[in-house]
Every structure is written in C-alpha cells, then in structure tokens.
C-alpha cells in the first residue's frame, strides 16, 4: 500500500489508460486496447518481458472499477480472460491470474492505494527470477506510478460515476 497525492479519478484515469501501462507498470512490454465496453471498464492484451531464458508472458484481461456509494473506495477487478485472443507463439498465455487495485480517498487530492496480484505463471521459472518480480516488481511500480500520475491528462480526468 502506498499514499500518492492524485484524486480518485486522476489515478483511476493512468490505471484505466492501458496504452500507458508500459511507462510505470513493472516490465510491462505490450499494452493494447481490445475492447472499451465503458468508461470503467475494458478489455486488453499484455505482454510482460521476462528475462532470458524463460519466455515472455501474456494475458488478456477485463478491467472493471466500482466504487462503493458509501465509502467511496474505488475498486478495480481485472481477472484473466483466457481464450479471449488466439494464443502468439514464442509467449506463455497466463490463463489464471486475480488483479485488484483499491483506491481509498485520504483528503484532498491524495489517494491510499493497494495492489493484490495473484498469478499462476506457468512453466519452469527459476526461483530468483520469482523472487526479482515479487520483490522488484511492486516497488518499481507504484515508484514509476507516482510521477505517471501526475500528468495533465490524469489532473483533469472526471469520471461521471466516480464522486472524488
């Protein structure tokens, strides 16, 4: 969990702005739009880049954020959609993985954020390699994330449905 100075709608805007997502998302290579079924919600391919000799990884996913009436949190599901696109040859398709972003407001123009990832990688994947994206990864994230969320396009992100 991290504290970022963005409104609720500025960091949902970066996390909703897939095209970007190789700019702050730990090495994260590919990033492509399949499907805008509402403003909070879409459908997209990744491509994350792994370290020589284990082959890159890819996924599909359906990105959806709610925010509860009451509290205000914002939460962002992005569960795999396996079979959504064929299978690219040269990748590992990860078929089973649980993403979940919640944004908690916390004053004027700061956010409380925390990322729970839960993936089956699949294949033989050395141990520090494991270790490298469970210890590097999140850090290097939210590190990048915090200066990508401060451009002007975010700043002056609204989303009717999201009270910030």
């Known amino acids: 969990m991290c504290t970022l100075q963005a409104s609720t709608s500025q960091l949902l805007a970066a ?3 897939v095209q970007s997502c190789g700019e702050w998302v730990y090495s994260s290579k590919t990033n492509t739009l399949l ?7 879409l459908i997209y391919y ?10 890159n990884r890819d996924y599909v996913v359906r ?16 569960p795999c959609i396996p079979g959504y696109v064929k299978e690219k040859p040269g990748k590992v398709r990860i078929k089973q993985s649980i993403a979940q972003w ?7 123009n700061q956010v409380k954020v925390e990322y729970i990832l839960e993936v ?6 050395p141990a520090w390699l494991v270790n490298l994206f469970a210890a590097k990864g999140p850090y290097e994230t939210f590190k990048a994330l915090k200066v990508h969320v401060q451009k002007d396009v975010y700043k002056r ?3 009717t449905s999201i009270v910030d």
């Open 15 to 17: 996390i909703m702005d």
């Open 35 to 41: 499907k805008q079924i509402s403003p909070l919600e």
């Open 46 to 55: 990744s491509e994350v880049s792994v370290p020589w000799p284990v082959e």
């Open 63 to 78: 990105v959806k954020a709610e925010q509860d009436p009451q509290t205000k949190i914002v939460t962002v599901n992005s």
């Open 102 to 108: 919640t944004i908690i407001p916390n004053g004027k």
């Open 120 to 125: 089956d990688p699949l294949g033989n994947i």
């Open 157 to 159: 992100a609204h989303y």
